[in-house]
């Protein structure tokens, strides 16, 4: 089986920065896009980033100058470099890849880590 396991959430100050990682582990033969959502309460889950194993990325606008997403191939994990955030950034963030493992092509979902930012 393949699973993904998110680390680094918890409760920052406004203006505070916390880093986020997601490490994708099991019968992996190759990982194509990596990235994470996010899901604040009543709210839908959005996207924040993705980034493609060739190191190309895309992120939602609101967090652009902010969020960096990164990632490290050969531990097959992706980072969210996040800074000068902000309350309304409190949400549960997702870990989510693309992966093809032996059986096939498949999306694969971290159980979530929350952020809190409050003062």
């Known amino acids: 089986q393949v699973q993904l396991v998110e680390s680094g959430g918890g409760l920052v100050q406004p203006g505070g920065s916390l880093r986020l990682s997601c490490a994708a582990s099991?019968?992996?033969?190759?990982?194509?896009?990596m990235g994470w959502y996010r899901q604040a309460p009543g709210k839908e889950r959005e996207l924040v980033a993705a980034i493609r194993s060739g190191g190309s990325t895309n992120s939602a606008d609101s967090m652009k100058g902010r969020f960096t997403i990164s990632r490290d191939n050969a531990k097959r994990t992706v980072y969210l470099q996040m800074n000068s955030l902000k309350p309304e950034d409190t949400a549960v963030y997702y870990c989510?890849?693309?992966?093809?493992?032996?059986?096939?092509?498949?999306?694969?979902w971290g159980q979530g880590t929350q952020v809190t930012v409050s003062s």
């Open positions: 989510n890849a693309d992966i093809n493992d032996y059986n096939g092509r498949y999306i694969y």
């Open positions: 099991g019968s992996i033969f190759s990982i194509n896009v």
